[in-house]
């Protein structure tokens, strides 16, 4: 009788305690129907709803920001973007414009809510123009720091050996680097340029000298570099085309305390016009040999020849005769003004350097600048920060409106700009960050 009392008494206790449960379900169900009911109002039930409605974006929040809400813990995280620039060495000056225009981007693209909902962290590190401590920096940034996204590399030799290393680890790099090699979409298929390549330079150049100058006899002084080599190269195949042939053709080392021997190789040669491929300083150290043989012929080439320390270091009157590519919205004329956005962004670095007018070209300062926005736009189309995926959403951008050119990309074309985006400009006709175009446009 005992053990039967027990029995019924337990199977009792077990039936009130499952039809409890049966009715704490049914009610939980109707509130999660958003039926309303006294009991959805009690302390207990609405310090539960608290988690779920801070993880929930704001029905104000833009879509990228809600997309990436998925993770909420990972939103909260900064966007790790890495930067490798040639800070310092012979062409620190580049490096350093580049990185102010970089970082403007990046403050402007953090102060109106980061990408994809997440401020950006920029991680920024100096390559010297070393190809060997750009290669070390890349694979610190990836393998400690976990960045996927890199922003650099200031000149050809650093980008190509950080190259096979991104396709490796599949990290996108979106850089300034000119020579052909990095515009080969199938072996480096997440490296992309902001700047025209040398085959590219070369068609804009050496038809400007040869057609508007209409010089007779063409040479060329590039740098010793992956760089010069690669425009020289460019230089020989135009040239090529337009009759002249073994043109007259002198290098330098980077960073060559003297170029003597060059120019005056050139100038017994009988050069008429020289085609350059020479950057910062070493730009300085031939055109002060040129002054110093008395030889006034024209130099022209990269737009590079338009910085501040090229015409500082060789003085306006040095200047005279040299002419460089520069984009085509960073240059004026009568004829054409500059566009309101490129105002606006020379307005804008004119605050942050706290200089009115500016005194040194902009060029590297806005295309850096939108280079920012461009990584903006290719990691929120992609919905990722993997390096596949951003570099193929990058492929699709169709002309992209910025400061410095309007941007088009494409699955087989991994540079940024056409030839219609440059024009020839005087190296010494800077006006407020801005050049005055050469004679001809």
């Not at 693209?109 to 950006?120: D, E, H």
């Not at 070390?136 to 096979?164: C, D, F, H, N, R």
Request: some cysteine; glycine content about 8%; overall charge positive.
């Amino acid at each position: 009788m005992r053990r039967s009392s027990a029995r019924s008494h337990a199977k009792s206790v077990l039936g009130v305690l499952f039809s409890a449960v049966v009715i704490a379900s049914l009610l939980v169900g109707c509130g999660a129907g958003g039926q309303s009911a006294p009991q959805a109002q009690s302390p207990q039930s609405s310090a539960s709803a608290k988690p779920s409605t801070s993880a929930s974006p704001s029905a104000s929040a833009p879509a990228s920001a809600s997309a990436s809400a998925s993770a909420p813990a990972a939103s909260k995280d900064p966007l790790k973007v890495g930067m490798i620039l040639s800070l310092s060495g012979s062409i620190g000056a580049i490096g350093v414009n580049m990185q102010t225009g970089l970082r403007m981007a990046i403050e402007e693209i953090n102060s109106a809510g980061g990408i994809m909902g997440r401020k950006v962290e920029l991680i920024e590190r100096d390559d010297a123009g070393d190809p060997t401590k750009a290669r070390t920096a890349a694979e610190e940034l990836v393998e400690k720091q976990g960045v996927s996204l890199i922003i650099g590399t200031t000149i050809s030799s650093p980008a190509l050996a950080i190259a096979p290393y991104a396709t490796e680890r599949k990290a996108f790099m979106l850089g300034s680097p000119s020579a052909d090699q990095v515009n080969d979409p199938k072996q480096y298929p997440y490296l992309f340029t902001g700047t025209i390549i040398s085959s590219m330079q070369a068609q804009i150049v050496v038809k400007y000298v040869a057609e508007v100058m209409k010089a007779k006899k063409i040479g060329i002084l590039a740098e010793s570099t992956a760089y010069g080599n690669s425009t020289v190269a460019a230089y020989k195949a135009e040239l090529e085309k337009r009759g002249f042939t073994n043109p007259p053709t002198e290098q330098i080392p980077q960073g060559a305390q003297d170029a003597t021997l060059q120019v005056n190789n050139l100038k017994k040669a009988g050069v008429d016009a020289v085609l350059a491929a020479t950057l910062s300083m070493d730009s300085v150290r031939v055109l002060k040999a040129m002054q110093s043989a008395g030889w006034e012929v024209p130099y022209v080439g990269t737009s590079d020849l338009s910085s501040s320390v090229v015409i500082n270091g060789v003085g306006v009157d040095g200047m005279k005769r040299v002419y460089s590519y520069n984009q085509e919205r960073m240059s004026f004329s009568d004829k054409k003004p500059l566009t309101p956005k490129t105002r606006d962004f020379l307005d804008k670095l004119s605050k942050k350097l706290n200089q009115k007018p500016l005194k040194d070209s902009a060029q590297m300062h806005s295309l850096y600048y939108d280079l920012g926005y461009i990584l903006k736009w290719a990691v929120e189309k992609a919905q990722s920060t993997e390096g596949p995926k951003v570099a193929a959403a990058l492929e699709t951008m169709k002309d992209f409106e910025g400061a410095h050119a309007v941007w088009t990309f494409t699955k087989d074309n991994h540079v940024g700009l056409g030839l219609d985006d440059i024009v020839m400009a005087q190296s010494a006709g800077l006006k407020d960050g801005a050049f005055e175009m050469a004679p001809g446009y």
